[in-house]
């Protein structure tokens, strides 16, 4: 299958342009981006991961997906499985159908990503356009070329446990009705971001960064500074 692959800077932006691209729809990441209005800003300080408080800067996974839905008439389907047998015998039979499938996987059990770049985070999406023998060859947009990756890894990614636990989901465009995008979608998704970050919420949006900005001219000196350990 020609698969046109174009690096993006975040993965589940980066996975609906190509996927839309490929339906023959001219689209950017960051058009992708603004028209899901998942520009965001939250300080979540009763929520920690590895002991740290939750700063949330853009919209909640899968919204970017779905945020396609009102300015194009895009129309996704999400399938998730509760086995790994079930999960890949359903990629490999929408690959055989010649469709392009998004995955949300583990960064962590991707073997291709470097092992200083491996963490427990279990919502990375990718693409997956074809197979070859064991290995699914996979566009993910977090790296500038196409990569492989082994049925066994990418079957472990996509069945990780912990927090947003992927459960094997799979999900492609069922239909795209509209093949532009017109500037009144375009306005309709700057002003739903505009009340998004102008949200009379403590936490969230303008107000949240100057919430977090005053933690932080609150904190000690020299408070978050790391020793370099002695040569």
Known sequence: MNFDHRHAAHCESGVVANLLRHH?????ESLAFGLASALSFAYLPFIKVSGQPVVAYR???RAIIRGMKAPLDAHFRFESFRSEAAGQ???????????????????????????DMRFHFNVHNLLVYGKDGDDYLISDPVFEHPVRCA?????????????????????????????SVQPAAVRQAIARNCRHMLAPVPIAGV?????????????????????????
């Open 24 to 28: 023959g729809l001219e689209m950017s």
């Open 207 to 231: 107000r949240g960064m100057r919430f977090l900005a005053s933690r932080l001219e609150r904190l000690p000196a020299g408070a978050g500074h790391v020793r370099r350990p002695a040569d």
């Open 89 to 115: 015998a359903r990629l490999d039979a929408l690959l055989a159908e010649g469709r392009v499938v998004g995955l949300q996987t583990s960064v962590y059990w991707l073997p291709y990503f470097p092992p």
């Open 151 to 179: 049925s066994a890894d990418l079957a472990r990614a996509r069945f990780a446990k912990g927090v947003l636990a992927p459960k094997g989901l799979l999900y492609y465009p069922q239909r795209i009705e509209r093949q």
């Open 59 to 61: 919209a909640l996974p």
